[in-house]
């Protein structure tokens, strides 16, 4: 196993694996393309891309900026 270097991989506490059904051993990795949940024990894997992304973005023009001219 190498570690790549654009992904980010963060283990979820308390989590067991489905397939093995190991504690501790799941982790999601974060790349640009989505999440995916695998575990470190066995070959699981599974695509978390159903997850809903939280809605942050604001509406743009929605509103102006107050400019205060002297
Ligand atoms: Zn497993």
Same mark, same amino acid.
């Given at each position: 196993? &190498?570690?790549?270097? %654009?992904?980010?991989?963060?283990?979820?506490?308390? +989590?067991?694996? !489905?397939?093995?059904?190991?504690?501790?051993?799941?982790?999601?990795?974060?790349?640009?393309?989505?999440? &995916?949940?695998?575990? %470190?024990?066995?070959?699981?894997?599974?695509?978390? +891309?159903?997850? !809903?992304?939280?809605?942050?973005?604001?509406?743009?023009?929605?509103?102006?900026?107050?400019?205060?001219?002297?």
């Amino acid at each position: 196993m &190498s570690p790549v270097g %654009s992904q980010r991989k963060r283990f979820i506490a308390g +989590a067991v694996c !489905p397939q093995c059904g190991v504690e501790d051993r799941t982790y999601v990795l974060v790349a640009a393309s989505g999440q &995916s949940r695998h575990c %470190s024990d066995c070959a699981f894997s599974e695509s978390l +891309a159903d997850l !809903p992304e939280p809605d942050s973005a604001e509406p743009v023009g929605a509103w102006e900026p107050v400019k205060l001219l002297e």
